[in-house]
T-cell receptor
Framework: QQQVKQSPQSLIVQKGGISIINCAYE??????FPWYQQFPGKGPALLIA?????SEKKEGRFTISFNKSAKQFSLHIMDSQPGDSATYFC???????????FGSGTKLNVKP | NAGVTQTPKFRVLKTGQSMTLLCAQD?????MYWYRQDPGMGLRLIHY???????AKGEVPDGYNVSRLKKQNFLLGLESAAPSQTSVYFC????????????????FGPGTRLTVT
């Protein structure tokens, strides 16, 4: 059973547009929700993360929106740039679990 | 500071052969992980370790073994490789951060691309 469900699988956005990637989870014990960015041939790298005591976190052009009651969270990339073209993974974790569950990934292509 | 390194970068095995993937980190992290990445399936946890001398099973442990004899190294072994183990393998390490120490930023290595024929 997939613990974290991610959509869409792929996304094409024009330069300057907003990219939105969604994730949903079931286990209410999760208390840490990171997003990772992966470029071809590289390992994933932490982009931004949120804990469930806040509904939004913003770092530059990247924002996480978190809806605890719906058990959903999303990544918004404002003013998307060709350099943002990568695969994005959401994940969820709990201190008690000592491990992460990842979504299936979203391949973002930002067209110039 | 090299971060997380993985050896080898690429490997081709025949069915039934064995091999060991090495992960090393120089950040003094307690936690280390092995994942496999397959198209459309994201990252799936194989095994992990919360400290030297301890290991635990993840989501997809069958066909793999691990050892953590030294804090900085985490080895992943395939005793008898199968075509289903063709994948890209990532190692990661982490330490608790944030309030209460319950945020975990994971640092990933560059990956090992393994093909089993």
């Amino acid at each position: 059973q997939q613990q974290v469900k991610q959509s869409p699988q792929s996304l094409i956005v024009q330069k300057g547009g907003i990219s939105i990637i969604n994730c949903a989870y079931e286990n209410t014990a999760f208390d840490y929700f990171p997003w990772y960015q992966q470029f071809p041939g590289k390992g994933p790298a932490l982009l931004i993360a949120i804990r469930p005591d806040v509904s939004e976190k913003k770092e530059g052009r990247f924002t996480i929106s978190f809806n605890k009651s719906a058990k959903q969270f999303s990544l918004h990339i404002m003013d998307s740039q060709p350099g943002d073209s990568a695969t994005y993974f959401c994940a969820a974790s709990s201190y008690n679990f000592n491990k992460f569950y990842f979504g299936s990934g979203t391949k973002l292509n930002v067209k110039p | 500071n090299a971060g997380v390194t993985q050896t080898p970068k690429f490997r081709v095995l025949k069915t039934g052969q064995s091999m060991t993937l090495l992960c090393a980190q120089d950040m003094n992290h307690e936690y280390m992980y092995w994942y496999r990445q397959d198209p459309g399936m994201g990252l799936r946890l194989i095994h992990y370790s919360v400290g030297e001398g301890t290991t635990a099973k993840g989501e997809v442990p069958d066909g793999y073994n691990v050892s953590r004899l030294k804090k900085q190294n985490f080895l992943l072994g395939l005793e008898s490789a199968a075509p289903s183990q063709t994948s890209v393998y990532f190692c990661a390490s982490s330490y608790p951060t944030g309030p209460g120490g319950n945020n975990y930023e994971q640092y990933f290595g560059p990956g090992t691309r393994l093909t089993v024929t």
